[in-house]
T-cell receptor, first 115, second 111 residues
């Protein structure tokens, strides 16, 4: 597709369950980012993938969060043992390699609600 | 600690007038800045950027101004249109792999 695709668009889960969020970046974009936006907060960086390099995981808030990027394309963000404070909109973005002038292209996000 | 701050959560402007959205940052190493626009239920879309070697960048109705000494940037929209009503995020980056985003300003342009 032409844009960044995220699924599901909405996810309601019970506290303690694991969830997987999927991101399909724009073809040819080697960089992929996960951000989240909690209510009333700015966009919070989570993790960054660039090509075959080791990902920058410095933004992951706890070891319950992990992400993979298979084949340099699709990425999955996994949250284990979800907590209510994990409720947020999770946004994926992709871009050309660092240094491109046009920033990221974001997906529409996954709204996660932990009840 | 919020490194990029947008202190006005909301702004209302009459159609045709100028909208000025402000953003402050704390890290003097930031050298690249972006503005994004976000409509409800959509991801943010890139609007305009500026690097620290410039103090102004213009694209149609949108102009971004950067004041490095004050660690301040602003987005001017003139003339404002109802379709500009959205949440605007500023973002800043230094040498790392990530952008730091502000909390956003919700702009309402009144017809």
């Amino acid at each position: 597709g032409a844009g960044v695709s995220q699924s599901p668009s909405n996810k309601v889960t019970e506290k303690g369950k694991d969830v997987e969020l999927r991101c399909d970046p724009i073809s040819g974009h080697t960089a992929l980012y996960w951000y989240r936006q909690s209510l009333g907060q700015g966009l919070e960086f989570l993790i960054y993938f660039q090509g075959n390099s080791a990902p920058d995981k410095s933004g992951l808030p706890s070891d319950r969060f992990s992400a993979e990027r298979t084949g340099g394309s699709v990425s999955t963000l996994t949250i284990q043992r979800t907590q209510q404070e994990d409720s947020a909109v999770y946004l994926c973005a992709s871009s050309l390699p660092w240094g491109a002038d046009y920033g990221y292209t974001f997906g529409s996000g996954t709204r996660l609600t932990v009840v | 600690d919020q490194q990029v701050k947008q202190n006005s959560p909301s702004l209302s402007v009459q159609e045709g007038r100028i909208s000025i959205l402000n953003c402050d940052y704390t890290n003097s190493m930031f050298d690249y800045f972006l503005w994004y626009k976000k409509y409800p239920a959509e991801g943010p879309t890139f609007l305009i950027s500026i690097s620290s070697i410039k103090d102004k960048n213009e694209d149609g109705r949108f102009t971004v101004f950067l004041n490095k000494s004050a660690k301040h940037l602003s987005l001017h929209i003139v003339p404002s249109q109802p379709g500009d009503s959205a949440v605007y995020f500023c973002a800043a980056s230094g040498t790392g792999n990530q952008f730091y985003f502000g909390t956003g300003t919700s702009l309402t342009v009144i017809p």
